[in-house]
């Protein structure tokens, strides 16, 4: 095999791998990219010794170790870019809005605990972000019981997110009050602070199963945004079921600007806010 230039992938063997994407993870690789999938997935072929993306289909489908090659795999097809403090219009919302009715109605049941879910987390970035926010509003300090749970596919960028590091483009949207409050500088860059990472948590698993990652507790607020972009419609009102199941009455959905439950699925009500709009679950 030529070392210089990823080969060329047939459409068969994109189907192929495509199909499978969809069959076990739930994603969904666009058409025309064979490629970008191919330019991606050729370093894999060199380190496994295979001579072609037919080899590597079979490879993840039928070798004895094939469940170890899903890790790099998922990490190779999905983006994980992303950044703190994404989608600002969405964050005042939340901040201004959503936290202080979220504890009115906390204190009206006799109850101090939140559980606020970033599912599709990635690098770890929203989980920060929220956790920054709601110690920065200053109403949950005494005697609240808070966690925010990131979920991914990825565990290779679970371990990024765990580790709490970042640098550069990261930054780009985050004021400059919170890198000086909510972090530290290290060799490798910036490391949230240690009481900002104490009430966050993150766990290796499917959007499409969610549903057994939690399977004891309610959330009250859960964040899924520009995640629903590499679903087929039918898996969308699979994960939405599952984010249904995991939620309490009157628990929000944060969805991206350009995502919408419209002809999805009826179990939530949108509430409109200036320049955002939040699903509130039905009760």
């Known amino acids: 095999m030529e070392c210089s230039a990823s080969p060329l992938m047939k ?7 495509r199909e499978f994407t969809a069959e076990r993870f739930g994603l969904v690789i666009d058409q025309g990219k ?24 079979s ?3 039928f ?10 795999f998922i990490t190779i097809i999905t983006n994980n870019e992303t950044y703190l403090f994404r989608e600002m219009t969405q964050l005042k919302v939340f901040a201004e809005q959503v936290l202080p009715e979220l504890k009115a109605r906390k204190l009206q049941a006799g109850e101090k605990k939140i559980r606020i879910v970033s599912a599709g987390c990635s690098s770890g970035e929203e989980v920060y972000t929220l956790a920054m926010l709601l110690q920065e509003s200053g109403m949950f300090a005494w005697g609240w019981d808070v966690r925010i ?4 596919i990825d ?8 580790a709490g590091i970042y640098t550069g483009r990261a930054f780009q949207t985050t004021p400059p009050a919170y890198i000086d409050r909510y972090f530290r500088e290290c060799e490798e860059g910036f490391q949230v602070r240690e009481p900002v990472r104490k009430i966050c948590s993150f766990v290796h698993g499917n959007l499409l199963n969610m549903n057994t ?7 009250d607020i859960i964040f899924c945004r520009n995640v629903l972009i590499y679903f087929d419609e039918a898996n969308i009102k699979r994960v939405i079921d599952n984010f249904a199941a995991i939620l309490d009455p009157d628990g929000l959905l944060f969805l991206g600007h350009a995502e919408s439950l419209t002809r999805i699925t009826s179990q939530f009500i949108p509430l409109l806010f200036p320049g955002a709009i939040v699903y509130r679950k039905k009760p």
Do not use: H, M, Q
């Open 63 to 72: 070798a004895p170790r094939c469940v170890e090659e899903y890790a790099p």
């Open 34 to 57: 064979e490629g970008y999938l191919a330019a991606r997935l050729f370093p894999r072929l060199l380190e496994l010794r295979l001579a072609s993306f037919a080899e590597y289909y």
């Open 213 to 219: 990652l939690f399977p004891d507790e309610k959330n």
């Open 59 to 61: 490879y993840l489908k």
């Open 11 to 17: 459409p068969e063997e994109f189907r192929l791998i």
């Open 149 to 152: 749970t990131g979920v991914d």
């Open 155 to 162: 565990p290779k960028i679970l371990e990024k997110a765990e």
